[in-house]
């Protein structure tokens, strides 16, 4: 099977946006955000995980490589986790992660984690379009 | 008693109660009427944005509640309903309730908003408090369409029409719903319908109204456009409310940057007939000032308050960080009116202050929200008249202190703001209670009024099957259909191998979109299906049982979510949002390729509970467990059952404590089923949930579940004002022991000795003692008229109707005297006490012949046992529950629960109820005998797994243990440690697959191959000239 790398050219450039969100809380504001019609890049793709706890870093780095040009985790605020801190866990690991990126000298404006609660539709517009401006402002990640 | 009992109940009224006390019923196997008389369950707590004292967002906690309910197999929904009438005897009631009409067909409606999107009508919107929207113009306009779904989360998600706003109702003119409903689920020609149900007991849980501020003229609610009430301001604060989350003033749209709140407003108030005091409005005062600061710093909120009555668990910390780390101003004082500046419409708030300023004080404020208190809600004239329940003067349903869920009408329960005001963990705690009476009444006929569904056989999937993928693209009317071309990706989604069936219905989730589904299976051999439509949150759980009932496994399927995330947020971009949804699918179609039947698993469970503590709360706990036909063991320490309660010779109700005692013991000692162990302790505990292993005296018990009850006992303040050395300093407690030896003229009460204090662990308020305080002036004042008592106090904090008493104590003379933290009384050796008193701004000095000092509960020793059954206690050393709102009496690890004083500090009856909702909490766990595991569960390679033991420390809920395996290697035995999964207490969350250094551990259904290919597989697109291969995640054997 031939493969066709999105990137198009820096020109007109579309980043590519993954978020992982927590089913409970985040999957669920962006629930809101839709039923509230609030418009944001079209750019996201979201992945629905049980937890944000279960986002392994390794996934991160892997969107990275598969050509995501902006990935995020979006989990519940500290306090309203589903498992009670799972959200706690996905934090102290991917700190270590975001560490290891700034020493590899990778720009980690690419990368952020965001506490969106099921009651912040707008919020999760809000957040959206903002990170896609500014990994659009950042350029591809592969020119 | 009926000669047939019936195994179902009505619950009457949809709130946090009515929810709590349905999943408690129905998970027992009781078949669970749940009426409501708006068109969606929620209740109030719905429309709250956050809770207090831990800020969670109120709609995250009880969202997945509201699902609960909904999919729940022994519960019916009869919202938009109003009960009418009871007759029958307890076991057999018929009920009969209005079922208003909808004009929506519930069984066709599938909640897709076209018909609110189109109606060109708006009305007034009590969902929102009846805030206005502004129209292009800046005009106030109403906020809701005639034709609506009452909001966002609302179950069922069912739209309704206001009919006596309906143009086409009214006028027979419009009629666009209709045209534009796809489902054809509009239906002018419904009428209300009186309708009947048998059920065998009825469970109240109405509610509250909240106070109606117009009624207080001096206020001006409803004429100064800038006063608002709390439920308004909760509204303005959250995120979905008219305003989107923006604090602004109703007269002109502004930032409000000084904020006053009015404190018992429609509370604690003879002349409006409403003594009591309404027990939440502190709290939520103060959380509303906290989140309008969060929202906007430069905010200085005002609250206005006669006694902040944090008495809670977290309360007082709360208060005291609404102080210290947001600078909210807390000002004592007696609201005498608002006036409003016509300039700007701003509002002069004029009070009286509680620090001897003479006259008036005023202060502008640009907004003000009053605190409502709660009201009996709108249906206690139902109670009185057809349910004929006892009401209070003031409209609440009547109980007796040692029966506080029991009506005067057999077989009819109470529980939350129906018959008292107070807040959500209280309420909560109360309808497990009502659940668990309603349980002991119609033991021998649960499970009679249930089906259990019958299902075909599985088809068997096995991995090495090649996958036959079904994928159904859904329009849902135009909601997706406008914006994304349903034909083309269904189109799209065949080109994949392995997709061997697609389509695009109008409505995925309509009745007959089963019946295709459930064809396509069978027609197509499909062992895999996709549907693209809308929120896997709501829609997973109907499209799963389509599959079970076609005889495919439940998790051989996915929901794509093209409604919120496509179609809804990229409108006007088609090109984009079907790219979009092509990458989702793609993903989708990759990720099925992988999915494996899944099977929850039965794990029996012995049907039998431990109960330790035998005070109040551990007795009712056992007596009820026992009554409901569980067997219990029931340990105390002591010699004797009592607890606490032995050592109280009168409580503030009249009853005295030996003689309730006494009474429950008697009771316990009729129970067969009851084994007491007194002298004893718990020596030995192994195993989780299901299948626990004790030792109690020597004697090895087993059981499924636990209760701890362990209590709490008066701190002894050694050190304070002369307590120890000075004889005529005692407690509150040694004056009751004493009380008939002592007979002092002249009385100093000291509250909050010990308490309230700055630094852990005593930094709570204790609840029960301004009560007890009160309850022993008034005791020495009826004996000696003439006795000065003093009370000298920080706030007094006579919650509900225990305010009742505190005005008692002030008509017999009792002198109450208010000191502050930077003013504390002094007692000198001569044993005269000093203290500042505010209002006169001078030291008031008295030698009394007694201090009596208000001391604290603290919790009785509970670490060992904490450490036993790895329970967690809270920087107060109380044990902590799983959540502070909404599950109160559950610990965070399965099979474990807590009642009475061991949670927080609190008074009998509220012992008593949390002990009967702790044992309806086991009773339910008990009654199938079985857990059933989650299925998308962990799983250890125990081949992989070297025994670290971070998943242990990482798992929350406890579900993971290290065990030691020998293992026999030629000639030696070889003892390697590893980890295991209990599959009854884990909860699929994953966060163990992460932090597994070797990569032993998977979770079903979200494995990281499966996620990973779903990614790889959205980000990466193929050129697809003919059929392509999906990328097929290589399958582990399980």
């Not at chain 2, 109240?204 to 609610?221: N, Q």
């Amino acid at each position: 099977m031939t493969q066709v790398e999105t990137k198009p050219q820096i020109e007109n450039f579309e980043p590519t946006i993954l978020v992982f969100a927590c089913n409970w809380c985040s999957y669920a504001g962006a629930d809101l955000a839709g039923v509230s019609r609030l418009k944001y890049p079209s750019n996201v793709r979201i992945v629905r995980v049980m937890c944000s706890g279960r986002v392994d870093p390794a996934f991160v780095m892997k969107a990275f490589l598969k050509g995501a040009d902006g990935v995020m985790v979006a989990g519940c605020h500290p306090g309203d986790c589903h498992y009670l801190e799972g959200n706690l866990r996905a934090k102290e690991r991917i700190d270590k992660m975001v560490e290891a990126m700034q020493v590899l000298g990778f720009k980690v404006e690419r990368f952020r984690l965001e506490w969106i609660s099921a009651s912040e539709g707008k919020r999760f517009a809000q957040i959206m379009t903002e990170f896609t401006e500014k990994i659009r402002s950042l350029g591809p990640l592969k020119p | 008693m009926a000669e047939t009992m019936l195994g179902s109940v009505a619950v009457i009224g949809g709130g946090i109660a009515g929810i709590q006390a349905s999943l408690d019923m129905a998970d027992q196997g009781f078949l669970v009427h749940l009426i409501e008389s708006n068109p969606s369950i929620g209740g109030r707590m719905v429309q709250l944005d956050k809770t207090f004292p831990t800020l969670d967002c109120a709609m995250c906690i009880l969202g997945p509640k509201l699902v609960d309910v909904q999919r729940h197999p022994n519960i019916r929904l009869l919202t938009y309903c109003d009960p009418q009438d009871l007759s029958g005897s307890p076991g057999n009631f018929t009920l009969k309730y209005l079922k208003k009409a909808r004009y929506v067909d519930e069984d066709k409606c599938t909640g897709c908003g076209e018909c609110e999107e189109n109606c060109p009508y708006w009305v007034d919107d009590e969902f929102n408090e009846h805030l206005m929207r502004k129209d292009k113009k800046g005009r106030d306009k109403p906020g809701r369409k005639t034709v609506s779904i009452p909001f966002p989360q609302a179950v069922p998600k069912v739209a309704y029409i206001q009919a006596h706003n309906c143009a086409y109702l009214k006028k027979g003119k419009c009629g666009i719903c209709k045209k534009k409903c796809g489902p054809g689920a509009i239906n002018y020609e419904q009428k209300d319908e009186v309708k009947e149900i048998n059920v065998g007991a009825v469970i109240v849980t109405t509610g509250f109204d909240p106070f109606d501020a117009k009624e207080i003229s001096s206020l001006h609610y409803g004429q100064f456009p800038n006063v608002v009430t709390t439920l308004q301001f909760e509204r303005l604060l959250n995120a979905s409310g008219p305003t989107g989350g923006e604090v602004i003033r109703p007269s002109d749209q502004k930032h409000p940057k000084k904020i006053a709140f009015l404190q018992c407003v429609g509370s604690r108030n003879p002349q409006l007939n409403r003594n009591y005091c309404s027990a939440a409005c502190c709290m939520y005062a103060i959380k509303e000032a906290i989140m309008a600061k969060e929202h906007d710093p430069d905010v200085e909120a005002y609250i206005y308050y006669m006694d902040i009555r944090a008495f809670g668990k977290g309360f007082e910390e709360f208060y005291q960080r609404a102080i210290n780390e947001f600078n909210i101003h807390f000002i004592k004082s007696r609201i005498s009116e608002i006036r409003e500046n016509p300039e700007n419409r701003n509002l002069i708030v004029k009070y009286e202050d509680f620090k001897g300023t003479p006259g008036i004080s005023t202060e502008e404020m640009d907004m003000v929200v009053l605190s409502t208190g709660l009201d009996p809600s709108s249906h206690a004239e139902f109670l009185k008249r057809d349910l004929k329940l006892e009401l209070s003067d003031t409209g609440f349903v009547v109980t007796d202190p040692l029966k506080p869920l029991e009506t005067n009408q057999e077989g009819v329960y109470v529980c939350g703001v129906a018959s008292s005001p107070k807040d959500i963990p209280d309420t909560v705690a109360e309808a497990s209670g009502a659940a668990a009476k309603a349980s002991i009444l119609l033991k021998d006929v649960r499970g009679t009024e249930i089906e259990e569904k019958k299902l075909p056989r599985e088809i068997k999937v096995s991995p090495a099957d090649e996958p036959r993928i079904g994928v159904l693209v859904c329009h849902c009317g135009h909601n997706i259909g406008s914006v994304v071309d349903c034909a083309e990706v269904a189109e799209y989604s065949k080109q994949f191998d392995n997709v061997v069936y697609a389509s695009d219905p109008m409505y995925a989730c309509a009745a007959d979109s089963q019946v295709v589904i459930k064809d396509a299976i069978k027609e197509h051999k499909l062992n895999r299906v996709i549907v693209a439509s809308c929120t896997p949150r709501t829609h997973e759980p109907l499209f799963r049982s389509t599959l079970q009932e076609a005889g495919l496994n439940e998790f051989l399927f996915d929901l794509v979510n093209f409604r919120e995330q496509v179609s809804w947020v990229h409108p006007h971009q088609e090109d984009e949002a079907n790219e979009k949804a092509k990458d989702l699918i793609r993903g989708a179609i990759t990720r099925a390729c992988g999915l494996e039947p899944l099977f929850k698993e039965k794990i029996p469970i012995i049907k039998k509970a431990l109960v330790i503590g035998g005070g109040v709360a551990g007795m009712t706990s056992a007596l009820d467990l026992a009554r409901a036909g569980y067997p219990v063991y029931l340990i105390e320490k002591e010699d004797q059952l009592g607890g606490e309660l032995l050592k109280i010779p009168e409580l503030h109700n009249g009853l005295k404590g030996p003689e309730v005692v006494a009474q429950m013991r008697k009771e316990i000692e009729n129970e067969p089923e009851i084994t007491v162990y007194t002298n004893s302790e718990l020596e030995e505990l192994s195993g989780a949930v299901g299948k626990f292993k004790g030792v109690v005296q020597g004697e090895e018990i087993q059981f499924g579940a636990v209760i701890l009850a362990t209590g709490a006992e008066p701190f002894t303040p050694n050190g304070y004002y002369n307590y120890g050395n000075a004889s005529n300093v005692v407690t509150q407690r040694e004056l009751e022991e004493r009380f008939d030896e002592l007979d002092p003229q002249n009385v100093v009460m000291i509250q909050c000795v010990g308490s309230r204090e700055e630094e852990a662990p005593r930094t709570y308020c204790s609840r029960i003692c301004c009560t007890a305080a009160i309850k022993n002036s008034i005791r020495i004042k009826e004996r000696n008229p003439n006795a000065n008592v003093f009370v000298l106090y920080k706030d007094i904090r006579t919650y509900g109707d225990l305010e009742e008493l505190y005005l008692k104590a002030r008509e017999l003379g009792t002198v109450f005297i208010r000191y502050t933290d930077d003013n504390e009384p002094s007692v000198d050796s001569n044993g005269t006490v000093t203290v500042f008193d505010e209002m006169l701004g001078v030291n008031l000095q008295v030698t009394p012949d007694l201090v009596v000092l208000s001391v604290p509960l603290v919790p009785k020793p509970n670490e060992e046992l904490g450490q036993m059954f790895k329970c967690a206690r809270g920087a107060d050393n109380f044990f902590l529950e799983a959540h502070v709102k909404l599950r109160p009496i559950d610990f965070a690890t399965d099979g474990i629960f807590l009642a009475g004083t061991s949670q927080f500090p609190k008074f009998s009856t509220e012992a008593i109820y949390q002990g009967s909702g702790a044992a309806v909490r086991v009773m339910a766990l008990l009654a199938k005998g079985f857990i059933l595991s989650e299925g998308a569960i962990a799983n250890v390679n125990q081949d992989i797994c070297r025994g670290c033991g971070r998943c242990e420390q990482v798992c929350p809920f406890k579900a993971i243990e290290l065990e030691t395996k020998t293992i026999r290697m030629e000639t030696q035995d070889l003892k390697m440690v590893k980890a295991v999964v209990n599959e009854g207490v884990c909860k699929g969350c994953g966060t163990c697959v992460v932090t597994c250094p070797v990569s032993a551990i998977t979770i079903k259904h979200f494995p990281d191959k499966l996620i990973e290919s779903q990614f790889e597989s959205i980000l990466t697109r193929p050129e697809l000239t003919e059929k392509v291969e999906a990328d097929t995640p290589s399958v582990e054997a399980p």
